[in-house]
C-alpha cells in the first residue's frame, strides 16, 4: 500500500457561517490529496491527460468526525493499493495536525477511461508500473 501525506491549512474562504469547514471542500481536500499522491508517484494528472487517459469520479464517501476551522493546518493522508481493474478506489483521513485528531475520512473512486473514445479501460502500463515501483520501494523502507 501507497501512503502520501499532505498539509494544507484552512481558508476562511473554506468556513460557513457556522465557522466550520464547509462539508463539500472535503471533496476539494480529497482532490489535493489524490493530485500530491499521484505527483509524489512520478504520475501527475497532466502526464496522465498526456497519455490518452482521463480519471472521472464515479463515486465519493465521506464520514464527518470532527470539525475543522479557519487556520487549522491540516494532513491528508492519501492511500492506495495497485487495482488493474478499470475503477480505482483512494482512501483518505484527514486529521488535525497539532492533536491528530481525526477529522473525516472517506474514498473516492475513479475509472480509466481513453481520452479520445471515453470507454472505460484497464490501468495503463505506465500507471502500473509506477504504482508497482513505489509499492516495491514503500517495503524496502
Known sequence: MIVHRHEIRVRYADTDKMQFVYNGKYLEYFEVGRTELL????LPYS???KRGYQLPLVEANIKYKSAA???DLLI????YQLETTPIIQINY???RKETMEIIAEGFTKHIFIKE???KAVRPPEFYIQAIQNAEENAREN
Open 39 to 42: 505527483r509524489s508517484l512520478g
Open 47 to 49: 502526464e496522465v491527460e
Open 69 to 71: 476551522f479557519y487556520d
Open 76 to 79: 491528508i493522508e492519501s492511500s
Open 93 to 95: 483521513t484527514i486529521y
Open 116 to 118: 479520445e473514445t471515453k
